[in-house]
């Protein structure tokens, strides 16, 4: 809150699933920002497709707009960005690529390391 963050509380469903009003929050909040030319790029970590309408009317107003995404498939789990989305952006990060880029892998390990407090217990 100091940082002029305003939280919202957005309750989700009984069954644990996400709310479209989430959705609509975060774009308001992100269109009034850019609208207000407080933000040179905005960084979408997202990879659905409701998004796109923000990241063109952001980039229509000027602001470049990146979607930092994880993509990848482990066993039954899979993650994916929605390619209207990727092709809609100024900028695409996929996250899990930076694991096997030599000069990223450093820092994303650091990021990313493992808890080692789990392990004690």
């Known amino acids: ?21 989430a959705d609509v929050a975060l774009a ?15 960084v979408l970590v997202t990879g659905d497709a409701d998004m796109i309408p923000l990241a063109r009317a952001l980039m229509k107003n000027g ?12 066993e039954k789990d899979c993650q994916f960005a929605n390619e209207r989305l990727l092709a809609a952006c100024n900028y695409q990060l996929n996250v899990n690529q930076l694991e096997h880029d030599k000069d990223f892998k450093t820092g994303f390990k650091t990021l990313f ?9």
């Open 28 to 42: 308001i909040d992100a269109l009034q920002v850019g609208l207000e030319n407080k933000i040179d790029i905005a």
């Open 1 to 21: 809150m100091h940082a002029g963050i305003d939280p919202k509380y957005i309750p989700t469903s009984q069954a644990g699933k996400s709310e479209k009003g």
């Open 113 to 121: 390391r493992k808890d080692e407090r789990k392990k004690k217990t």
């Open 63 to 74: 602001i470049r707009v990146v979607v930092a995404h994880f993509d990848y498939k482990k």
